[in-house]
């Protein structure tokens, strides 16, 4: 049998953890920073979680997700 395809986009995208959690990095953090808070840009620095419902979807797209 082949191997399954990955999603490349998608694979740069996320990464899984090993409870099963998707986690991704928090967009707004490119450009016009000037106007947003330290505090906020410091919150956007760290990775974030992905809900339930899209994790779902960006696990069928990595295939030993």
């Given at each position: 049998m082949p191997k399954m395809k990955t999603r490349k986009s998608a694979a740069k995208r996320y990464k899984i953890t090993g409870s099963g959690k998707v986690i991704i990095k928090k967009m707004?953090?490119?450009?016009i920073l000037t106007k947003k808070?330290?505090?906020r840009k410091m919150d956007l620095r760290h990775?974030?979680?992905l809900c339930d419902?899209?994790?779902k979807r960006a696990k069928k797209m990595l295939p030993y997700g």
């Open positions: 707004g953090l490119r450009h808070s330290s505090k990775p974030g979680v419902v899209e994790a």
